[in-house]
């Protein structure tokens, strides 16, 4: 059975009698009144636990605290493993980063969102190919898992998942795709909640993303501890109009590709 769901009470008139006899009520009134309570108790221990839904656009930290013990912890030593992986760019990758700056650094800041996901993102998650026989890449599929009486569900912007039809065990997240200005909704937060939903259904304790205000990409990795706690790391921000800082970017999501997709 479900850790979640009730167990049905059964509360027969002999039960209810041998429970007066041991609590010594013998007024008609009191066994009454007593009855009538133990009855509605049963009732309510009979009704299944409503679960909230928790969707990964509207959370906010103060709902994922609701569902789980989590805290952001400032410690860049993090991402140390991640950061200091190799990878030599191919000529053909170095002319792209160059000519994705070059055609957007004056004008990037005024995208919506469809745009800046068309125009600068998906060609970099494109050159970095995370198409292979073991993993792929998904973008709007829905995910949901139950977590602690809530569900979360949503549909991530971009995943990185085995699967064939739909996604089924991920291992990054998330490029939520905001404007630089006037973005609703709180990126930070929607990387971890699809995160934690994530690492709910794959059964890991350690995740990892990303997400993207305007030029700004931030790296990001969820741990969870032995006691059920959660710790999630957030990198400096890095400028994807800047040459050096794209490289960077793209190395990373290299590393994610090679070290982490396992």
Known sequence: MNKNEKKSVNLGSEAIK?????????SETEKAKLKEWLLNEAKLLDEPIKKETITFGSVTLEKLMEVVNIKQVDNDG?????????????????????HLIKKNKLVLTHYNEIKLTAKFIVPVL??????????????GHKMSCELNNYILNGEPDFAVATGIMSPKEPYFFLH???????FKGYPKFQVLAAMLAAMTISKV????????????????????SEKDNYEYFVSKGHDCLDLGDL?????????VKHLYCK
């Open 176 to 182: 939520e795709h905001k404007r630089s200005v006037n």
């Open 205 to 224: 304790n350690v995740m990892r993303g990303a997400y993207v205000i305007g030029e700004t990409w931030k790296f990001i990795i969820l741990e969870k």
């Open 126 to 139: 494109n050159k970095v190919d995370f198409d292979t026989e073991d993993f792929t890449d998904w973008y």
């Open 18 to 26: 041998r429970l007066m006899k041991i609590m010594n009520v013998e």
């Open 78 to 98: 993090k991402f140390e493993e991640w950061f200091a992986y190799k990878y030599k760019l191919s000529d053909d990758e170095s002319d792209l980063l160059e």
């Open 247 to 255: 490289t960077k970017i793209y190395t990373y999501l290299q590393a």
